[in-house]
């Protein structure tokens, strides 16, 4: 069973970066000011540490985990992302790196119903061959760039399931830790 979004409250951005946090809140986004001088963006589907420390990892981290379950760690440094995985690992959140090109995915896709409906027949075969050929074609990318975020993961040293591994490639002393074993 999927587990159910919370909406993100300024009470529950307190209880994670502290009560002496600035929030300033438009449009249902905030923008986060710790004591200690981090700045972060939060809105209901995406949390963006803009800098701070690994107090700001932590917060974010957590905060991730209880509005949404875990999370995925989007654009940055490989520095960012690498400490971003290590505040989850030692957590207990189930983060990953995210894949990217999901807007070129869907271009790519319509352009090849959109040629596909041109170029073949006009009749009914023809939209719907260039769609299967579109779907196909949408599928591979995202499977091509599923394996990409998981190389990057693997560079930056998290080579355990958490990443979309599987477990037997994992060493026996990670095997252990989580569980595993």
Known sequence: ??????????????????????????????????????EV??????????????????????????????GRVHGGSPEFKLAMLAHGEAEGVNLRVAERG?????????????????VLDRSYHGPTISGVIALVFWLLMRRAAKRRAQREAEQLGFQFPRVGGDPRDASREDAEREGWL
């Open 1 to 38: 069973m999927k587990r159910q979004r919370k909406t993100i409250t300024p009470e529950m951005i307190r209880q994670y970066f502290g009560q002496s946090a600035r929030i300033r809140s438009f449009a249902g986004r905030y923008t986060v000011r710790t004591s200690n001088g981090g």
């Open 102 to 118: 999901r807007w070129a995915r869907a271009f790519v896709a319509a352009l090849i119903v959109f040629i596909g409906s041109n």
């Open 41 to 70: 963006k939060i809105s209901q589907t995406n949390i963006d540490p803009v800098y701070g420390g690994s107090d700001v990892c932590r917060a974010a981290v957590l905060l991730s985990n209880e509005a949404w379950g875990g």
